[in-house]
């Protein structure tokens, strides 16, 4: 249900503004150089990783692996309408982790790439709305390195479609110093086979990983 949600908010802002010929380049300073177009930003995130049996639609663990992150990424403007509605592309990387005193530590590596349109605040560099809201679709990138015993653990590598919603924030309505709420969420979850030896005996089963987030980026 949340990637429904996810992908008809991207669709209810971007289909009708590109239909109608809404996004233009105003051909004012956010269309400049590359320095007017490039947002630069960083910052932290909570990452969940379910991984689940697809046979039993079980759990693999307990409870979804939480991992903590940095974020470091570009806004890249595209195309924009008088400061407010904007169109561009974000590429951007996660590195993630976290420790268990059992198992070890277990690392994600997350390459993400959004097509985004915003409104208001954040929507171009010169905008000094107090508020904003953006959504994007893209592709997120993702190797997770999990320990499940002390000797054994997953690793994997995989590509999803994503799509992300956030609020922007700029108190002081300057160019630099907005902040950015985001929810990212991969619409499709990747499934691969899995074996091991439980008492002697070669089993295999297929496991399904799924990946949320949530974090708070500030724009340089």
Partial sequence: ???LIALALVCS???????QGQIV????NSMGSFADRAQFQSGFFLEFLPVRFTSTNTPFFNRPPLLYGLHVGMHYLLAESNDFLSLGIEPGVHFSFSYNNVFGTTLLLQVPAYLVGRLGCRATRYNESLLGVGIGVGGNYTYILLPYTSNDRLSQGFVAPAAMFEINANPRRQEHGAFTLRFHINLIP?????SEVVAGVPTR????????????IYQF
């Fill in 1 to 3: 249900m949340l990637r």
């Fill in 13 to 19: 802002l971007a289909c009708p503004a590109l239909a």
């Fill in 25 to 28: 380049s105003s051909g004012g």
């Fill in 190 to 194: 990747f499934d691969t086979d899995f």
């Fill in 205 to 216: 089963e297929r496991l399904r990983y799924e990946n949320y987030g949530v974090g708070l």
